[in-house]
């Protein structure tokens, strides 16, 4: 079975094209395409750059990006063993035991087994009570009355029978709307973007050319932009201008104070 760069790697001669001209057309260095195609995705800066790569490779080539990107991903899932399945292939590398076995071997195989499987049934079950426990005692503690509170004593009146003005409550300010870091970004040409809030992944993807998009944060905002010369940044109503050349990979901070 063909692997993602072979796919890639011949379509692409099929047509006659060199890494240049896909360079030229996805604005992504011929380096990261020749590592693709070799699949060595150790030269990449990293997972997500890589599935935008391939998506954007296969895309210029007329291939189904989304399909490409797919397959990458199955190849790099290692290959899962059963629990019982991994414990009994332990047990026999441990005692030496060939594939070629007899009748006994077999039996004393599933007896094995069968006490793997009763582990991992007794685990569950202990599982289950603690979860029981738990929630009976937080039920109860929900169900416990509440002490009742005194009622207030009733305000006497003044000797001189005016009333006692109290004084007004203060209002605390509203907060204003939004977030203090929002940042705007215009795409003169297709890139792959990825942008951070406070920490959390808040959108993934290649707008194309044209598209603006708009993001808020509370602390601050982190981009890793592919095409770093096809996108103008504003930052808090001030404009940044381009984050760098065409084909660059930059990886920007902004916080209130500016950018890191």
Known sequence: MQTVGEMLRDERERKGLKLKDIETVTNIRSLYLQAIEDGN?????????AKGFIRNYANALGLNGSECVELYRKSQQPIETSPATAVEEKIDQEQGESPSVSPSVTTRRRQRSRKAETMWVGALLLLFVLAGGIWWYTSTAQDDPKPQTPP??????????????????????????????VIAAKFINQSWIQVMADGKQIYEGIPQAGESMTWQAEQQITMKVGNAGGVEVTHNGQSIGKLGGNGEVVLKTFTVSGRQ
Do not use: M
């Not at 995705?41 to 750059?49: D, N, Q």
């Not at 003044?158 to 907060?175: D, E, L, M, Y």
């Open 41 to 49: 995705y150790s030269v990449l800066p990293g997972e997500a750059y």
């Open 152 to 181: 207030q004593a009733q305000q006497q009146p003044t000797p001189s029978g005016s009333v006692q003005q109290q004084p007004p409550a203060q209002v605390a300010p509203a907060k204003p709307a939004g977030k203090p870091v």
